[in-house]
């Protein structure tokens, strides 16, 4: 008995729970898992409940976990947790209290076991709790994951329904924008059609107000007129061969005649003369009757220039060539016309030749019409290319010879008409100089002005006619357009007025005459000078003018080692530059050369590619340097000190040379910038020269500064 009593006194709160949760089984009650033990937890979690107290027999049950958590509140599991919590915090008070004593009897022990089952059964149903928000956890998600396939599914057939819309409103746009060829021929009106057609074709009675008959009968009116344009035309055509071929008749008549005509008037000049009566030109007078209308401006122009000034203004003025042999040689109408005519012929030979058969395989309605669009899809030929035409030149010419003064050489300028392009160009050449193959000696004589491009804007509309892609091609060829020159010849294209007739007067060419004259004279002088200084660095010497030998140091260590002319590819390839970057007018309007220099002390080399504009002096030479790859012991810092001799060749050389010696800039450019390398070479060796500081800032600077009075170079 008292061993009963002690178990019953010692009876834990889990085991009053296991007692409570057999009871409620036995009573077919829903199973609470807030009063399951812990030992019956692990039992309930596969399914199953033991519902016999007595051992008679085991009765099982099925317990749903995932109902019972659905039933219970979220609310709930939260409030049950601060509870247990709180239960957790005193008995935890409790045992740190007991601990906290110096000595624990018998009854603190028994206490301490008792708090600790406790704290254990609380412990269990905080796991329990836990589980609990897993599965509500777990539950939701997979809802969550049906609600989302349903959504997706919808979207899917939202999306197959407005791809259905879109396809049929472009079939309805398609239909709405369809267009049948007759839409796309001009046709004659309806009102034309009633007044002018046959009865066979237009039958009031019979048509009435139906549309498709009104279409029908103003299709049968546009073919059978064209018909009839067509045959009127052919018949024009054979009229317009049978006068051209009577005027050329006439023509060679008139040129059999010629001599006859020559050896009456020779004969005649003795009467004459003898009469004291001159009915005749000289030869000159004869060439410049026949002189097309710039030409002619430019010749009297240049020629009252000559006679105002005498020898002093150096022009002289000739005619070259020798006079057409008729008007319709260098006729514009009767050279492109030739050909639109053949191919105006084949164009009407095609629309007669319309067959029974054809019209069957192009679609014919029941009365024999056929559609006017399958005409025009019938071939009537290419574009003829007329690139020969249209550059041909008259065959007389104007040559000017314009002289420097107080030197041999000449610049004579070939001026001559294409008489289809309503344009005049010209041909540069360099008398007794070393630089007469600079053809180019005349581009840019004023700015922007590089003859590439037509200055006549209707030219680039028969260039687009005739398939010709751009002028510049046959600039070598032809010569050069340059706006300068069409000023001087009597016409300023710039105002030229739209629709306006072109016309050559002599003012415009007198107010240019001079300007021009002194530009090409003074263009040919800096050409020469230009010539001279390339013969010389050629020869591996350094023409500096007297001027200029107190500006720099005589003797000098550094020496050329090569000077050439090079061309626009090799610049590009020696300085690996973008072929994008370099326009064909730019390649045109520049010289390039190379340039080794060499410091025969320190052995360090230097590669200068120079690039002179056309307009030299006027525009500065250009100097890019680079090391030569075999030097063997390569400067420190050689980019910021290759910087540094840049800006002294291109900028600090300007500021030294004086003004009247601006025609050898090319010459002191390059002995300046042999000055700065042997400088910038003395400062890693001994040297004889003196400088007061070698060095000088961050990027360690050389004194490029040459002072004459002194000697020294110094710092600027």
């Known amino acids: 008995m008292p061993a009963k009593r002690t178990r019953r006194s010692d009876a834990s ?40 107290e007595s051992g008679k027999g085991v009765e099982k049950m099925k317990f749903d976990e995932n109902k019972y958590v659905l039933s219970r509140s979220s609310e709930q599991d939260i409030s049950d947790a601060f509870d247990l919590v709180s239960k957790l915090k005193s ?50 998600r997979e809802k969550a994951s049906t609600a989302k396939e349903k959504v997706d599914e919808k979207y899917l057939q939202l999306m197959n329904v407005q791809y259905e819309i879109t396809h049929l409103k472009k079939e309805i746009q398609k239909c709405h924008n369809f267009k049948s060829k007759d839409e796309e021929i001009n046709l004659v009106s309806l009102e034309e059609v009633r007044a002018n057609a046959d009865k066979e074709i237009f039958d009031e009675e019979k048509i009435g107000d139906d549309p498709y008959l009104l279409k029908m009968a103003q299709l049968q009116f546009e073919l059978c007129e064209r018909k009839r344009l067509a045959s009127e035309f052919k018949d024009s055509v054979r009229e317009r061969a049978k006068l051209k071929s009577t005027i050329e008749q006439k023509k060679r008549t008139l040129h059999k005649l010629m001599p006859s005509v020559d050896e009456v008037v020779k004969s005649s000049r003795p009467l004459e003369q003898a009469l004291g009566v001159e009915t005749f030109f000289s030869d000159v007078h004869e060439k410049v009757k026949h002189l097309p209308a710039p030409l002619f401006v430019l010749y009297c122009q240049a020629t009252a220039y000559a006679e105002a000034f005498g020898k002093s203004s150096m022009v002289e003025v000739t005619i070259l060539g020798t006079a057409p042999e008729n008007e319709s040689s260098v006729d514009p109408t009767v050279l492109l016309g030739d050909e639109d005519e053949k191919e105006e012929t084949n164009g009407a030979s095609v629309v007669e030749q319309v067959s029974d058969d054809t019209r069957k395989a192009r679609g014919v309605s029941s009365k024999g019409l056929e559609d006017p669009a399958s005409l025009a899809e019938a071939p ?79 030219n680039y509309f028969m260039f687009e006619k005739y398939g010709v892609t751009s002028f510049s091609k046959f600039t070598r060829q032809v010569g050069f357009a340059y706006h300068w020159v069409q000023r001087i010849c009597g016409v300023n294209f710039k105002n030229v007025r739209a629709g306006d007739a072109v016309k050559w007067e002599d003012t415009v060419s007198a107010h240019s005459l001079s300007q021009v004259i002194s530009l090409v004279q003074d263009r040919v002088k800096s050409r020469i000078e230009l010539a001279r200084q390339v013969g010389s660095l050629e020869k591996k010497t350094v023409p500096l003018p007297p001027a200029c030998l107190k500006l720099f140091p005589i003797k000098l260590s550094t020496s050329i080692l090569k000077f050439q002319a090079i061309s626009s590819e090799e610049y590009r390839s020696g300085l690996k530059i973008d072929p994008s970057l370099f326009s064909e007018a730019r390649e045109n309007a520049m010289h390039f050369f190379a340039v080794l220099v060499k410091n025969f002390q320190s052995k360090e080399q230097l590669h200068a590619y120079i690039e002179v504009m056309q307009n030299y002096p006027n525009s500065c030479p250009v100097f890019n340097l680079r090391f030569s790859p075999v030097a063997t012991d390569p400067l420190p810092n ?46 890693n060796r001994s040297s004889e020269r003196v400088y007061p500081r070698h060095f000088k800032g961050r990027n360690r600077s050389r004194p490029f500064c040459y002072k004459a009075n002194t000697g020294l170079f110094l710092f600027s």
């Not at 008995?91 to 004593?101: D, G, P, Q, V």
């Not at 018998?106 to 709790?129: F, G, Q, Y």
């Not at 030294?656 to 910038?680: G, K």
């Open 638 to 683: 050689w980019a910021a000190l290759l910087r540094q001799l840049e800006e002294e060749a291109n900028i600090r050389a300007l500021e030294v040379c004086p003004d009247e010696n601006r025609t050898d800039l090319l010459t002191i450019q390059l002995y300046h910038l042999m000055c700065c390398f042997e400088v910038m070479t003395d400062s």
């Open 380 to 458: 009537t030929g290419g574009v003829v290319n007329k690139s020969g035409q249209l550059l041909k030149e008259h065959p007389m010419m104007v040559s000017v010879e314009v002289g420097v003064k107080d030197r041999l050489e000449k610049i004579e300028m070939i001026f001559s008409f294409l008489v289809c392009l309503n344009l005049v160009v010209v041909k540069p050449r360099l008398k007794t100089s070393p630089a007469n193959s600079l053809t180019t000696v005349l581009t840019n004589l004023f700015p922007k002005d590089d003859g590439a491009d037509t200055p006549n804007p209707s």
């Open 13 to 52: 709160p889990a085991a009053a729970e296991e007692s409570a949760a057999k009871k409620s089984v036995k009573e077919d009650a829903p199973v609470d898992p807030d009063s399951v033990s812990p030992e019956k937890e692990k039992s309930m979690e596969t399914g199953e409940v033991s519902a016999s």
């Open 91 to 140: 008995i935890t008070s409790e045992m740190a209290l007991i601990k906290s004593k110096s000595q624990i009897g018998d009854a603190e022990k028994e206490k301490m076991d008792s708090l600790k089952a406790e704290a254990c059964v609380l412990i269990t149903c905080m796991r329990r709790l836990n589980r609990y928000a897993q599965i509500r956890c777990k539950l939701m």
